[in-house]
């Protein structure tokens, strides 16, 4: 079934404009998207999108692993860390051996929302691109506070070589199941669920607890966590509370929808979720033929890779949506479905046929399975063409120009297939385009035997039908109003058939083409922001079908079900200057036009804000994130009866604010993130307090205009200062930022020179005080070939690299916390090991100079998320278990090598779904957890509190 999506020239800047399907780049500002990674569970991400190299090759990039090769001959030689390699000198020992008031205008159903003035306002073809500039949600590395707290555990590791560590896993803990708080009134279901982690709590996320009515319901359960043995079981009293009353978000949040796709009398339409400053998947379903919409759900306790979703199709029985982002893992995010309600993320493991770099820019689906094209870089950094194969969305092939597909042309735009039968349209330079052809299902390529001067290659272009191919530019038309149609029976001679007619001046032309046993269709821009569908039997003779009407915003995706049905989906401008709402609007031929409401989409409204980060100091609690398009702060004492900081003042603004790290140190509270001004601006925002409940606006940061994304995603605290970490795109790429100040009056920033390499190919995720200074986390390399590393500092302005840190057996490793325990330093990662992504710590007591690994005893798609220190030792949390199945985790270590699992095992943190925890945080005994729970009962946040018990206790 052929899928629908985003296309090309777009008078505004528009994600295929960024990424045409040449491989070139437009000459205008496109916005940026920050690259660092966040900590996402396995079986999903754990490489980031690809950074230019620094001077002198810094980090080099291995080729990608292609058929035949072994793990041996496709590990990279090295990747640009400090620390010795794997090798005769340093054996290698296997890993893990151990809205309202709007109103339609008459005849026209997608009129609604327009602007009181009458004006409409108009999206571009992907404001997910422009709305996701702003910073990452990274996670903060456990930061030191003035309130010292508790003395840390130590270290019971000698300095000196690498070793494994085992844990092991406790027995389910003893609990009694808490009752559940009754569902917020009117309310619906929420659905898909979102990658989370501090930094990443990918779903809308209510911190608070309100703590007197839940106690006058009787609905405080307790989770204990006594386990009853001498294996660092420690904590007791726990109380787990599904926590979805409090801290309501009116509005602000961002939908946008890229593809529409159908089976039967099944309906996709898939896009992203804008909200926070990473585009995450949308799914919007109608199992009726368009009667009914609900949100779909994305499995897993992170939700998978972020990223927009940009095409979608059904094949072989199965569904696949996949990003069509041109960086690093997000263009190579992907997610498959059974059903079409509920989509699991692919594990970037099973991957390893897109190489780095890679953009995939169009999706088929047939009886056989799926056909996916696009652009790859051919070695001299020349624009080639590519197709992956899969037959089940998981297990790909990849056809190049070095075997398979024909030399000397650019890359791959649009793409259909009908039986063993593939049509591919390609550039072949300039204004033209040539139609590949292959018969034995995408294997072996030839060209078609005609040429088709002055249509350019877009994706979505191309259609199967019962009697052949078609082919309808997108984007295009003739001075006339006119859009030239080409069929071909079998892919191979193309003759003009047909034309659609009736464009006005101002009129883009067709914007998406659909295809099913029904006929052919086209979504046509025929004025500026008004849409008609046309419809055809096999692409000759075309007829308007419906007219849509006009809207403040953008369609951009059409199918046709085999009963005939159009469904076109977009989105359009709501209430403020940040939310965006999805637009989808069905049709019959001839028929009535009916739009569909969002508050009608069952699961998709949700009325609660985002938390992504979480820390502690002298009894506090501080909580920030973001809410109705501001940035947002709660404070709690004690983790208990959460209020909202303010004033509002200094936490909002035009565009979109969120803050993505909170710390305490000697001169009070600083919160960290980013406020984004304009579409294409993505500028520091930091905000101070003295007690954590009042704020007010801190030191300014200051960033080249010519760099147009410098936003902190981390930030730590300790007895000498201040240290904050980001990233900035600036006219050579991404690098990553470093900022001291000794008394939040000033921050200055680190020179380059002053960073390890000048800080080339590095994207930094944590940092953390330590007894002697500092310690910041990341990655370096590329896509699946990265090495976790570590900084050092002594007094926050000088910074050296320590050894790279890169589990024995993995090929790959991203660190994305650290904590600091007396004189120890311990990070927590993901590896990609030959059995797929795994979490792993590791833990220096000698400076960084040495690593030895633990492995904290989990299923196969566990996901440690966060990390907090205690008077007894280490508490981290996250999820263990399948998608869809997964419970809640604590896992407990009084070193950080030696760890011991703890599901929770009963609701809210166990039970069918998928429950976590995703942040923690500890102050005195008092240790606090967010996270939530996706089922079929909709989304809940789940706060989790429990206490440290005395010694011998």
Same mark, same amino acid.
Not at 19 to 31: K, Q, V, Y
Not at 248 to 266: E, I, Q, T, Y
Not at 440 to 462: H, I, K, N, Q
């Given at each position: ?83 010795? /390699? ?208 609900? /949100? ?74 799926? #056909? ?91 259609? #199967? ?310 310690? &910041? ?36 490793? &991203? ?60 508490? #981290? ?7 869809? /199945? ?68």
């Amino acid at each position: 079934m052929a899928s629908s999506g985003p296309h090309d020239r777009d008078p505004q800047p528009t994600a295929d404009e960024e990424n045409p399907a040449d491989g070139s780049r437009p000459s205008h500002g496109a916005p940026f998207t920050l690259h660092h990674t966040p900590p996402a569970p396995p079986p999903w991400a754990f490489a980031a999108g690809p950074v230019p190299e620094g001077p002198g090759g810094a980090h080099p990039e291995p080729a990608p692993e292609r058929a035949g090769e072994s793990e041996e001959t496709a590990r990279p030689a090295g990747d640009g860390s400090s620390g010795p /390699a794997p090798g005769p000198e340093h054996p290698a020992t296997p890993y893990g051996e151990a809205g309202p008031g709007e109103t339609a205008r008459p005849g026209d159903p997608l009129s609604a929302g327009i602007r009181p003035d009458g004006r409409p306002r108009r999206l571009t073809d992907r404001p997910d691109v422009l709305v996701a500039i702003g910073p990452p949600r990274r996670p903060r590395a456990g930061s030191t506070g003035a309130d010292p707290g508790p003395p840390r555990a130590g270290s019971q590791e000698d300095a000196g070589g690498t070793r494994a560590a085992q844990g092991t896993a406790a027995p389910p803990l003893p609990v009694r199941r808490p009752a559940r708080l009754p569902a917020v009134p009117g309310r619906p279901p929420a659905a898909a669920a979102r990658a989370h982690g501090r930094g990443l709590l990918r779903r809308p996320v209510v911190l608070a607890v309100v703590a007197a009515l839940c106690l006058a319901a009787g609905a405080l359960g307790l989770l204990a966590l006594r386990s009853g043995t001498a294996d660092g079981g420690w904590l007791t009293g726990g109380e787990g509370l599904v926590a979805d009353a409090a801290f309501p978000a009116r509005g602000g949040r961002s939908h946008v929808l890229n593809a529409v796709a159908a089976a039967g009398s099944m309906i996709v339409a898939a896009g992203s979720d804008t909200t926070g400053p990473r585009p995450r998947p949308l799914f919007l379903v109608s199992p009726d033929e368009g009667e009914t919409w609900e /949100a779909g759900r994305t499995l897993g306790p992170a939700a998978g890779a972020a990223g927009a979703v940009g095409r979608v199709a059904s094949g072989g029985g199965r569904w696949l949506a996949v990003g069509t982002d041109a960086t690093g893992r997000a263009g190579h995010a992907m997610w498959t479905s059974a059903d079409g309600r509920s989509w699991t993320p692919v594990d970037p493991a099973r991957l390893a046929a897109f190489a780095p770099g890679d953009r995939v820019s169009d999706l088929a689906g047939g009886e056989q399975g799926f #056909a996916a094209a696009g652009v790859t870089t051919r070695p001299d950094g020349t624009p080639g063409p590519v197709v992956w194969l899969s037959p089940d969305g998981e297990r790909w092939t990849r056809v190049d120009d070095r075997g398979g597909l024909p030399g000397r042309i650019g890359g791959i735009a649009a793409i259909a297939m009908r039986g063993d039968r593939v049509v591919a349209l390609a550039d072949a330079g300039g204004s033209a385009s040539v139609v590949l052809r292959s018969d034995d299902g995408g294997r072996t390529w030839r060209a078609g035997e005609s040429s088709l001067p002055g249509v350019r290659a877009e994706p979505g272009a191309l259609a #199967a039908t019962e009697r052949g191919f078609v082919l309808v530019p997108v984007r295009q038309r003739t001075a006339d109003g006119r859009v030239p149609v080409y069929c071909s029976p079998d892919g191979g001679r193309w003759t003009g058939c047909g034309a659609i007619g009736g464009l006005g001046p101002d009129g883009p032309g067709v914007r998406a083409v659909g295809a099913s046993e029904a006929g052919v269709a086209a979504l046509v821009e025929t004025e500026w922001g008004r849409y008609t569908a046309y419809t055809s039997a096999d692409g000759g003779a075309w007829t308007r079908a419906a007219e849509l009407g006009e809207i403040p915003g953008t369609l951009r995706g059409l199918t046709i079900t085999g009963a005939g049905l159009l469904v076109a989906g977009g989105d359009r401008r709501g209430r403020g200057d940040v939310e965006n709402l999805p637009v989808l609007v069905t049709a019959r031929a001839g028929g009535s036009v009916t739009a569909v409401p969002p508050e009608r989409i069952a699961g998709l409204r949700r009325d609660a804000g985002e938390v992504a980060d979480l820390a502690a100091a002298g009894g506090t609690f501080v909580a920030v994130g973001s809410a109705d398009g501001d940035a947002a702060i709660w404070t709690a004492r004690d983790g208990a009866g959460w209020a909202a900081a303010g004033p509002a003042g200094p936490l909002s603004g035009p565009g979109r604010q969120e803050l993505t790290g909170v710390a305490h140190g000697p001169e009070g509270w600083l919160a960290v993130g980013s406020t984004t001004p304009e579409p294409a601006l993505t500028r520091p925002l930091l905000v101070t307090s003295a007690d954590g409940r009042t704020w007010r606006p801190g030191p300014e940061i200051e960033a080249p205009a010519d760099h147009p994304a410098l936003a902190p995603v981390a930030v730590a605290a300790g007895p000498q200062g201040y240290v904050i970490a980001g990233e900035d795109h600036g006219p050579d790429g991404a690098r990553p930022a470093l900022w001291f100040s000794a008394d939040l009056t000033r921050f200055a920033r680190i020179p380059a020179e002053s960073l390890p390499d000048e800080g080339a190919g590095v994207r930094l995720a944590g940092v953390t005080a330590t007894p002697d200074g500092f310690a &910041a986390v990341g990655s370096a390399g590329r896509d699946g070939r990265e090495t976790g590393i570590v900084w050092r500092s002594a007094d926050g302005r000088a910074w050296t690299a320590a050894a790279r840190v890169l589990p024995p057996g993995a090929r790959s490793a &991203a660190l994305h916390r650290v904590v600091s325990v007396r004189s120890a330093l311990v990070v927590l990662g993901t590896a990609a090991t030959g059995d797929g992504a795994r979490p792993f710590s590791a833990v220096s007591t000698d400076g960084g100079a040495t690593w030895r690994y633990g492995r904290p005893p989990a299923e196969e798609t566990a996901a440690v998320l966060d990390v907090a220190v205690t008077a007894r030792g280490l508490v #981290a949390v996250g999820a263990d278990g399948a998608a869809g /199945a997964g419970d809640g985790t604590v896992w407990l270590s009084a070193d950080g090598l030696a760890w011991t699992r703890h599901p929770l095992t009963a609701e809210p943190l166990g039970g069918p779904g998928d429950q976590w925890l995703g942040l923690v945080a500890a102050s005195g005994d008092r240790v606090v957890g967010v996270g939530g729970s996706a089922d079929e009962d909709g989304e809940h946040v789940i706060v989790w509190r429990t206490t440290v018990a005395a010694a011998g206790g």
